[in-house]
């Protein structure tokens, strides 16, 4: 649905014109992300904003604002208020002149994206480029913050697995050309919209290469110029379901080993192919048909990926180790080097034969894919052994307050009269929601970045790393995917 630029707000905001002080000429606010929720994470990945710059302050107000007739925007905004609000004759006349101007009059700056940001470092910022329109920077604090604490979030949560990943291939001696692909995106059909798994799987995309999120791909093709034709945006490999498994049918001892004989010797005799294995019994599918299967496997070009899909990630992958010597006590990692064997890294730590690879993408989370490589560590399994499908279990269960964004006015003009303004409730005992006052810079000291507050207009603070993005109308400094993502995998240890 083309939802009317006018109306994408929330009812509040559309008396705050007639709030404001007479003469107000300028508002002036920042987006900051400013607590977690999330044990040791203190900073943010910045991104998001060019997209929704170009998605909604250009393509969308054009094609359902400005290029449409005055008369039906008017019409359509009058209707509503006054059945809502209870407004016998709207005002209409600031709409009637953004009309007529034919561009949004804001500025904004941010900071570039795949910046790593402090937590209350503000990211981005806005303010009204012409005294009469004051009302509008935050009149879009509400879609700018539903549209974009999502992907920043998504892009956080991400580089944290990429780090996990990163340190357990150090610790293992895993081969660093496997964590790329190690976290692989299962989100698309947990996610609240496809909007939502786009961008979402967009920010995934910034730390990793695997996903099954097909939209994300496109997003990142449309907003940031990446170019599936030669770059490596995002892939995938083909895979089974419990549909398949279950259509070949389990009455027979041997069905579904024959299932899995003919996917790997007639469907893909060659290159990758993940099958689900656990639709009837995963413990017989490791104890029993792939042993048989040893030797086509093992002869075969490619490699055959066995996806568990239910039960305790921790003690599918690294096993329970009850004691009992049984295939669940080792674990899938450790039943398939029995099978197949592998080789030994240069710490020490065994990694299957490349011929055979594991997958598991239920429920994952940072906390189970860490436990899980510590486990298979402890039991003398490189990290590379793995690969986790990273799903709405993550990116789903988060929301705008799992880091805190908040989009708050810092500054206005009055009367020809900067002033600077904040918020610090009395009631709010951590103080995170006191705000920033005045204009903001933010630079860099000590390899980490930080905001200096109490400007005006007229300051200007060297090394600010705050540049414009979007004013009157138009972006500004547009950046690739390339350049954004080499921006926040700069940050990775060596």
């Known amino acids: 649905m083309n939802y009317p630029p006018s109306l994408l707000t929330d009812f509040y905001k559309i008396s705050h014109r007639e709030q404001y002080p007479p003469l107000t000429s300028t508002v002036y606010s920042t987006w900051t992300a400013r607590e977690s929720e999330l044990e040791g994470i203190d900073h943010v990945v910045v991104f998001g904003v060019q997209a929704f710059l170009q998605r909604y302050f250009v393509e969308y107000f054009q094609t359902n604002f400005f290029g449409r007739p005055l008369d039906e925007i008017i019409a359509q905004y009058a209707r509503l208020i006054r059945n809502t609000l209870g407004v016998a004759s709207p005002h209409t006349d600031h709409l009637e002149a953004l009309w007529e101007l034919g561009y949004l009059p804001l500025e904004v700056r941010a900071l570039p994206e795949g910046t790593l ?51 357990f291939a150090r610790r293992t001696g895993a081969d660093p050309n496997v964590v790329p692909f190690q976290g692989h995106d299962f989100s698309f059909r947990g996610m609240s919209s496809v909007e939502a798994a786009a961008s979402s799987g ?74 689900v294995a656990d639709t009837w019994d995963l413990w017989r599918v490791l104890g029993e048909y792939l042993p048989r299967l040893k030797d086509v496997i093992l002869a075969r070009d490619g490699r055959v990926v066995i996806r568990p899909d239910s039960g305790d990630p921790v003690d599918i ?3 329970r180790d009850a004691g009992d010597g049984s295939l669940a006590d080792v674990g899938v990692v450790e039943a398939l080097w029995d099978i197949f064997g592998g080789s030994l890294t240069d710490e020490g730590y065994r990694v299957l034969d490349p011929h055979v690879g594991v997958i598991y993408g239920d429920q ?3 906390r189970t894919a860490t436990s899980v490589l510590e486990r298979l ?9 793995v690969v986790f499908g990273i799903g709405s279990h ?7 307050d799992t880091f805190g964004h908040a989009f708050k006015s810092t500054s206005v003009t009055i009367d020809g009269r900067e002033k600077a303004i904040y918020k610090d409730p009395l009631t709010d005992a951590g103080h995170t929601k ?24 007229n300051d200007a603070v060297p090394g600010d790393l705050l540049r414009m993005v979007f004013r009157d109308g138009a972006t500004a400094n547009v ?16």
């Open 117 to 167: 940001v402090p937590l209350r470092v503000p990211s981005v910022t806005f303010v009204n480029t012409r005294a009469e329109f004051f009302w509008l920077t935050n009149f879009v604090e509400t879609l700018f913050s539903a549209e974009s604490w999502l992907p920043s979030t998504s892009a956080t949560l991400a580089f944290e697995y990429r780090k996990l990943f990163e340190r």
């Open 377 to 385: 560590a402890l039991k003398g399994f490189a990290s590379s052994n």
């Open 364 to 366: 994952i989370s940072l």
């Open 434 to 457: 006191r705000s920033l006052r005045g204009r903001v810079a933010v630079t860099r000291e000590g390899g980490d970045l930080r905001v200096t507050d109490g400007l005006s207009s």
């Open 202 to 275: 967009a920010g995934h995309l910034l730390s990793f290469h695997g996903t099954d999120t097909i939209p994300a791909i496109l997003f990142l093709e449309k907003y940031y110029g990446a170019d599936t034709d030669v770059e490596m945006v995002g892939a995938s490999i083909p895979a089974t379901e419990h549909s398949v498994m279950s259509a070949y049918g389990n009455e027979g001892i041997d069905d579904e080993m024959s299932t899995f004989e003919r996917l790997i010797t007639e469907v893909y005799p060659t290159g990758f192919v993940s099958i």
């Open 317 to 319: 992958l690294a096993g």
């Open 394 to 400: 993550t990116y789903q269960r988060t929301n705008r």
């Open 479 to 494: 950046e690739s995917f390339a350049e954004i993502r080499d921006r926040l995998l700069s940050n990775l240890e060596p």
